[in-house]
């Protein structure tokens, strides 16, 4: 193998096309930049081919680097692969996972067992990422990610894990301002936090699943409009108005009774869980069994997913 097709060089230029930044992919890497560029540069004059469109604002790769990406990604994922194919299993898992999920389910699900967890693969390093916005997987490098809600990304691969129940919320300061809505019609006299997706898209109202099991939505005024799921759930807690979020994420508000469940009879249709990740022939180990353990770690707050259900597409939801 010709020294510029060694493992770490297709490292740097796979982190490279991600970025489509030298200067992000070195940093990343804890490289000097100029060792980033001159690891691409070695590789190309070794295929002799040009892998990247470069300009003094942009990285972009060329047909021929598309493919080579393609291929080194499948490479680099089987070189992991062989490495830990004879690693005894009591030695656990190695390398580096780069992760994004949910702010409230890495830290109310995920952080409290994640000792345990990397107690058991010593070799293993975790970076955690946890934000409510669409990130791009591949351009940010991330090994996976977890998502709540509804799937746009058709070029990724989408792994189902359950269906999250959902529940509606206000807080006792606002119920005894405005009261108890006990049906449809009552919401009228009521405020709605609005959540505006961070797509760009806005709810515009209150979600319900009639005796039919058809999504319906009953608009709503409301005087805020929040993008990311803390504060959204601050804003109910402060009395701005009813909020409609995942039952496993409210349930320490329920209990101590900083919010209420009210209108159990108008439930919006559960959010769908899933994994999303690359197109790959082969993940990764440690990429698998972390998906599985936070699955398992999930599980009990989830719904099974089951295709043959009649009634609504939980694809059709909107995003958490």
Known sequence: MSPALQPDALRVFVRVAELASFTQAAQSLGLPKASASAAVQRLEASLGARLFHRTTRRVQLTADGQAFYERSRAVLAELDDMQALFQP???GLRGHLRVDMPTRIAHEVVMPALPGFLAQHPALTLELSSTDRRVDLVREGFDCVLRVGRLSDSSLVARPVGLA??????SPAYLARHGVPQTLADLAQHQLVHYGAPSGTRGVGFDWVD???????QPMAGALTVSDAGAYAAACLAGLGIIQVPRHGSEPEIADGRLCPILPQLQAPPMPVHWLYPHRRQLPRRVQLFMQWVSEL???????????????????????
Do not use: K
């Open 89 to 91: 299993v009591a030695h």
């Open 165 to 170: 129940p959902m529940v509606n919320l206000a």
């Open 211 to 217: 005796e039919h099991g058809q999504l319906q939505v």
């Open 298 to 320: 999930l599980a009990p707050r989830l719904q099974a997913v089951d295709a043959d259900r009649p009634g609504f597409d939980p694809a059709q939801t909107r995003p958490s």
